[in-house]
């Protein structure tokens, strides 16, 4: 597609509920990146894939969370047992892949945990 | 470790009127130092990026930064603010080679008529 999609844009469930967001990122792109942003705070980087290679999940804030990536293409962020602090905007970006470069960003979606 | 600070919430401006947005970085080396903008519903989109040259960099929408390494700092400057530039700005740093973008938290710019 023309650029990052993410879906899906809005996501309500229970807490204790597993949720599964979706990144389709630019094709070409090699870089995959999942962002947390919480209300009135900035960007809190989660992990970031190099292909199908995940070289840093430092971020990811607890094993509840878990990502994965199918070759240079779709990943999926995956919160396991929800808890009400995991409310949040879930941002996927990606990238060529060369080194630090622009990052091209998906409108993310909308978390809230009941 | 690196880290951004951007020490203003929010900043209220009116139209017409020139804007400086701060930002202040931590990072041993050389950085690479990003702005970022974030319109209501809308993604983030880049504004400018600075890598190595010449420390005044021109950016989009009529926006530049200025390097000043002594000051660890990367301003966002605009000389004349616009209605639709009310959204949300937000200054990034990576390291060379690497390939971690850390964002600071944002500074949301309000704009007056």
């Known amino acids: 597609g023309a650029g990052v999609s993410q879906s899906p844009s809005n996501k309500v469930t229970e807490k204790g509920k597993d949720v599964e967001l979706r990144c389709d990122p630019i094709?070409?792109?090699?870089?995959l990146y999942w962002y947390r942003q919480r209300l009135g705070q900035g960007l809190e980087f989660l992990i970031y894939?190099?292909?199908?290679?995940?070289?840093?999940k430092s971020g990811l804030p607890s094993d509840r969370f878990s990502a994965e990536r199918t070759g240079e293409s779709v990943s999926t962020l995956t919160i396991q047992r929800t808890q009400q602090e995991d409310s949040a905007v879930y941002l996927c970006?990606?990238?060529f892949g060369q080194g630090q470069e622009k990052l091209f960003f998906g409108s993310g979606t909308q978390l809230s945990v009941l | 470790a690196q880290s951004v600070t951007q020490p203003d919430i929010h900043i209220t401006v009116s139209e017409g009127a020139s804007l400086e947005l701060r930002c202040n970085y931590s990072y041993g080396a050389t950085p690479y130092l990003f702005w970022y903008v974030q319109s209501p519903g809308q993604g983030l989109q880049l504004l400018l990026k600075y890598f190595s040259g010449d420390t005044l960099v021109q950016g989009i929408k009529g926006f530049e930064a200025e390097f000043k390494r002594s000051q660890s700092s990367f301003n966002l400057r605009k000389p004349s603010v616009h209605w639709s530039d009310a959204a949300e700005y937000f200054c990034a740093v990576g390291e060379e080679g690497g390939f971690k973008t850390i964002f600071g938290a944002g500074t949301r710019l309000f704009v007056k008529a």
């Open positions: 094709s070409g792109h090699t870089a």
């Open positions: 970006a990606s990238s």
């Open positions: 894939f190099q292909g199908n290679s995940a070289p840093d």
